[in-house]
């Protein structure tokens, strides 16, 4: 069973408002993800890190941002929160190399933003 | 970018039935994944492939990685009706940063 947690599970929250998306891994995983997916619909990469300190932007743009002070977490936040920025965020963690690098994921946070 | 196509869309089968689906790529991957995820939860892994040609079984499910390294297939045996939800293939290549690539998933139905 995969040790990947996500808080909150459900957020509702008005427009202009700072959140942040907590993530954390048990795993010792370096490389960790965030991923945004519309119900029923594909996963996008948005942010991913290999490592403490390392960040880089994902295929879809974000005005999300995020950081990476631990490798056991990733959170992401959105300065200034809006409806566009309703979705679900899903976040996942593997092994940076060797020959097993599955991805595990969090259950997620599904954001409302009203 | 990379490119991962799935089929079905999606699958309204009845209970006992076997299940069928694949993904196809427009590059090669080095790495494929098969995940089910629930109505809202996170996607849970369910086989992963590694090599050209594989063909790994987890309990009534069976995957390939196809030859040409551009494709792979997840089958289901003797459908049930908790193997309701959505199927997602991911790819890796090692030459990409080791982003996974998702496909757009296959909805499957299983009806009584």
């Known amino acids: 069973e995969a040790d990947i947690y996500q808080t909150p599970r459900y957020l509702v929250i008005g427009t202009g408002k700072k959140i942040t998306l907590e993530c954390s891994q048990t795993?010792?995983?370096?490389?960790m993800y965030w991923y945004q997916q519309d119900p029923g619909m594909e996963l996008h990469l948005i942010h991913y890190?290999?490592?403490?300190?390392?960040?880089e932007k994902g295929d879809l743009s974000s005005e999300s941002t995020v950081s990476r002070i631990r490798t056991e977490h990733f959170p992401l936040t959105l300065e200034s929160a809006r409806p566009s920025h309703t979705s679900q965020y899903l976040c996942a963690s593997s092994e940076f190399s060797g020959a097993n690098t599955e991805a595990f994921f969090g259950q997620g946070t599904r954001l409302t933003v009203v | 970018g990379q490119q991962l196509n799935q089929s079905p869309q999606s699958m309204f089968i009845q209970e006992g039935e076997d299940v069928s689906m694949n993904c196809t790529s427009s590059?090669?991957?080095?790495?494929w994944l098969w995940y089910k995820q629930d109505p809202g939860e996170g996607p849970v892994l369910l086989i992963a492939l590694y090599k050209a040609g594989e063909l790994t079984s987890n309990g009534r499910l069976t995957a390939q990685f196809g030859i040409t390294r551009k494709d792979s297939f997840l089958n289901i045996s003797a459908s049930i009706p908790s193997d309701v939800g959505i199927y997602f293939c991911a790819g890796r290549y090692t030459g990409t940063a080791s982003k996974l690539t998702f496909g757009t998933g296959t909805r499957l139905q299983v009806t009584l």
């Open positions: 890190s290999y490592g403490v300190n390392s960040t």
């Open positions: 795993m010792g995983h370096d490389k």
């Open positions: 590059s090669i991957f080095n790495t």
